[in-house]
C-alpha cells in the first residue's frame, strides 16, 4: 500500500472540476493521502507585498497576521485554527 502526495496548484482551489479528479484520483489508493496546495494567488500577493514592506518599513506581526486570518475568514465559514 503505497502513499499518495499530489499537489493541486491554488488557482484550481476553487475548480469544481479540479475538486472533483482529486476526489476520483484519491479514491484509487487505500493508502495515506496527502494533499498539498500551492498558495493561492492572492494569499500570495499579501505574502509578496507583505515581504516588500518588510524591507521599506520593517514589519507589524499582528498587522500581517490579521490580513492573513481575514483572507481565510472572509472565503470560509469554519474557524481557521
Request: proline share 2%.
Given at each position: ?33 496527502f494533499v498539498v496546495v500551492s498558495a ?26 490579521a490580513k492573513i486570518q481575514s483572507f ?10
Amino acid at each position: 500500500m503505497s502513499d499518495r502526495v499530489i499537489r493541486l496548484g491554488g488557482s484550481h482551489i476553487g475548480n469544481p472540476t479540479s475538486i472533483q479528479n482529486l476526489k476520483e484520483y484519491s479514491g484509487k489508493s487505500k493508502g495515506r493521502k496527502f494533499v498539498v496546495v500551492s498558495a493561492i494567488p492572492e494569499l500570495l500577493e499579501v505574502i509578496n507585498k507583505s515581504i516588500a514592506t518588510v524591507f521599506l518599513t520593517g514589519i507589524n506581526a499582528d498587522e500581517l497576521h490579521a490580513k492573513i486570518q481575514s483572507f481565510f475568514t472572509d472565503r470560509i465559514t469554519e474557524a481557521v485554527s
